[in-house]
């Protein structure tokens, strides 16, 4: 059975008499020009997460406006309204911190608004999260639009965009290999429109995973921000959106056990970002699914890689999005998917793939006989210095450092990596492992993006490009390396990583997936209590107290408990039989 749309008379402020509630909202509304026939229509809410500060969002207004025709079309009435808007590079001390404070403003605006149904309009890295997450608990309605990706640029004859390209050119800056002069003019280039990340990044992995779970329209994950492909995407998710309203179709009924399978499968062939693991836990977790890691590592051990995409490939979000996007990758891994998922658009996952658009000849997205890697892009590591588990992104990775042992050269936070890293008198080497403390969801707090930490200067200038790193934070979903990510319990928790000191040896085994630190358990013991005699600071008050007192580790998404569903529903992947 259908809901039926409560318009205007939906979420009436509590004055004791809702006919005289009603009244005063249609008198305000009036104000604005509307007619009684507009206000009588189902109200479709449309985020603006619009800024001068969030360049991802750049044709925010023209999305808008595009959403509003669609909505109009179907003969709903539009509304847009704002929420908080989060961009990587202008949110101090990490976009990653105020996510969940997003995800409220959401999830809060959605309730307490006139609305049947809402589209969400996002794209930097933890927009898209947020609003899934707050649409998630809201339990309306609702349907996702991404901004799209940039345009590359072009820097001395060679396609360069943002950011793999971004980290490549500064380490080679670092290098000395190029000088004062390139670096600001590549400055320049790296950006060729507004728009997200045009590469694998966590921007680019959460619009197609969100596609892949059926939450956004087919084929919406990847037309370029400046396109008229997204404008007609635009469109039609405000058509689409009035239908909802009318099905009475809501998030909880797409983003199932099967949806998430879909999305966690696309994650791993399309090379995505790690944050992609992090942020889909958290989504779940608000509907009462927690993450099995160890499930997801079988998974990634059957799922190559497909999508010959930067950073584990070549190419970059528009050339994905000519050779067939989203839907062409699924039809690849079709017999690993959930086809019975039902999607936004009402059918099924399956379905959809049968209109898909045929495939043709292209060196995008491999077939799996041909793949960009064969199995496990992102692999879970366990050990005493990761119980709760860590991750690397192998796929990315140097093949000759995911099985190593080396000493380790402690940094306690990320003040003491700045203070020290380039230092001539640094104890180093080539084959140690650099392990960075302190940047976990407590203790930043937020979780920054500090593990891709930078090869020291002294080394870099000998030509060292990678070297194994760990650490108890995240990656941008753009950079590359040997990097163990995650490491949970974190150091501010109480984990073995607050224990690890210079000159440990720790033994990194991908193929045993192991990450241990070779000291006796006594000796840590001992370092544990230590450590406890001398706890850290914490936060005395504001949304810094509550973030540090209800944040959780990277494996529950680093959501706040108390936002998590309150009824556990099952475990994402699931195991089978």
Known sequence: MTAEPAGMRGNLVNYGDEEFALFLRKAFIKGAGYTDDALDRTVVGVVDTGSGFNPCHGNMPQLVEAVKRGVMLAGGFPVEFPTISLHESFTYPTSMFLRNLMSMDTEEMIRALPVDAVVLIGGCDKTVPAQLMGAASAGKPAIQLVTGSMLTGSHRGRTVGACTDCRAF????RAEEIDDEEIAEVNGRLVGSVGTCSVAGTASTMACVAEAAGIALPGSATPPAVTADRMRIAELTGR???????????????????AFENALRVLLALGGSTNGLVHLAAIAGRLGFSLDLDLFDQMSRETPVLVNLKPAGSHYMEDLHRAGGVPQLLNQLRDLLNLDALTVT????????????????????RTRQDPIYPAGGIAVLRGNLAPGGAIIKQAAANPDLLEHTGRAVVFENAADLAARIDSEDLDVAADDILVLKNIGPIGAPGMPEAGYIPIPRKLARQGVKDMV??????????????IVLHVSPEAAAGGTLQHVRDGDLIRLSVADRVLRLEVPDAELTRRAEQHSARPAPRPGRGYRKLYVDEVTQAEEGCDFRFLQAETPRGTVPRAAG
């Open 170 to 173: 500064w380490g080679r800056y």
């Open 240 to 258: 689409r959106a009035v239908e909802l309203a009318a099905e009475g179709l809501t998030v909880d009924k797409i983003l199932t056990q099967e």
């Open 346 to 365: 009402g059918r099924t996952l399956g379905e959809e793939l049968d209109n898909a658009p045929a495939a043709f000849p292209q060196d995008v997205i």
């Open 469 to 482: 790193r760990i650490s108890d934070g995240r990656m941008s979903g753009t950079a590359a390396g040997t």
